[in-house]
């Protein structure tokens, strides 16, 4: 069984470019979620893709936005990048059982330098 | 908005000493995760706590959960160098993984020998 991929591993843009973090979810997981974690920090949830859709966003501005494709694997893209941008993004994917036990399986990461 | 707070942020203990991380959430939740993050590495689940009272075990580390408290505690037992590591809480709002995961600080946890 193959785990959650993430490409590239490492990456580095200049502010106001645009970035495009891709994410292969695990065999049987339907549902991938993206994480940005700052350097001390703890994850922060961007948002989750369920059947192709966004289901549900946390607290980052629009120029943040994925798709996910018929396959479940999924991007995600960041417009006009800041250097507070910099960090570590998570993707996480999980099973859609609906029984409340769907734990989130994460990638390793890709790491985005922005200068 | 939902809160997850964790203490200790950073311990340093000694090998075969005994040691709690709690972790105190805001909202209701139906769902908590404990994770594991060795430096430069990814995310490791550890434990899914489902309900009031749930006990988790896996070698040296127990985690359980008081949903009227608010609050979950990792137990770290005999404590060796190989689980030196950044420890996270994390809950969820809803069931059946349709939603993300509200994640604590962290505790940096540093095991001499």
């Known amino acids: 069984e193959t785990g959650v991929t993430q490409s590239p591993t490492h990456l580095i843009k200049t502010r106001g470019q645009q970035v495009t973090l891709r994410c292969s979810s695990q065999s049987g997981h339907n549902t991938v979620s993206w994480y940005q974690q700052a350097l001390g920090q703890g994850p922060q949830f961007i948002f989750q893709?369920?059947?192709?859709?966004?289901?549900g966003r946390g607290n980052f501005p629009p120029r943040f936005s994925g798709l996910q494709f018929p396959n479940y694997s999924s991007e995600l893209n960041v417009n006009a990048l800041e250097l507070d941008d910099s960090a570590l993004y998570l993707c996480?994917?999980?099973?859609?059982?609906?029984?409340?036990?769907?734990?989130?399986?994460f990638g390793p990461g890709t790491r985005l330098t922005v200068l | 908005e939902l809160k997850v707070e964790q203490n200790p942020l950073f311990l340093s203990m000694q090998e075969g000493k005994n040691y709690t991380i709690y972790c105190n959430y805001s909202t209701t939740s139906d769902r908590l995760y404990w994770y594991r993050q060795d430096p430069g590495k990814s995310l490791e689940s550890l434990f899914v706590l489902l309900s009031n009272g749930a006990v988790k075990q896996e070698g040296r580390l127990m985690a359980s959960l008081d949903t009227k408290a608010r609050l979950s505690t990792l137990h770290i037992t005999a404590a060796v160098h190989d689980l030196s590591a950044t420890y996270f809480c994390?809950?969820?709002?809803f069931g059946g993984g349709a939603d993300g995961l509200t994640f604590g600080k962290g505790t940096h946890l540093i095991i001499q020998p």
């Open positions: 996480a994917s999980s099973p859609r059982t609906g029984k409340g036990t769907d734990t989130q399986y």
């Open positions: 994390a809950v969820a709002l």
């Open positions: 893709y369920y059947r192709e859709e966004e289901n």
